[in-house]
């Protein structure tokens, strides 16, 4: 079992920076990916990037392409999500993930095994 606990949401203005983290209690294997989503009132959760647990490997969404960076510290069991530029729409619940499946995907919410309960982030303009 892994649990997650994500931490560093807040409010904020537009155009500041903000970084997420993301903690696991159990252990993360070189296989795993660790990805962020994010799901605002009303809408779907969508996915905003992910990153390999070894390797070099990322991913990320066309809305947040540029602005936000993802990283790890695989010593720690965590992963971080450095959010620049923030805009009013970036408003949302941010969730960390674990999938433990390999090959070809990690973009949708379900292909992902083990979640945290999220950290709100609110950006006003």
């Known amino acids: 079992q892994v649990q997650l606990v994500e931490s560093g949401g807040g409010s904020v203005q537009a155009g500041v920076s903000l970084r997420l983290s993301c903690t696991a209690s159990g252990r993360i294997r070189s296989t795993d990916t660790m990805g962020w989503f994010r799901q605002a009132p009303g809408k779907e959760r969508e996915f905003v990037s992910k990153i390999s647990w070894s390797g070099s490997s990322t991913d990320y969404a066309d809305s947040v392409k540029g602005r936000f960076t993802i990283s790890r510290d695989n010593a720690k069991n965590t992963v971080y999500l450095q959010m620049m530029i923030l805009k009013p729409e970036d408003t949302a619940v941010y969730y960390c993930?674990?999938?433990?499946?390999?090959?070809?995907?990690?973009?949708?919410?379900?292909?992902?095994?083990?979640w945290g309960q999220g950290t709100q982030v609110t950006v006003s303009s």
């Open positions: 993930a674990v999938r433990t499946a390999i090959g070809l995907g990690g973009v949708t919410a379900a292909e992902y095994r083990y």
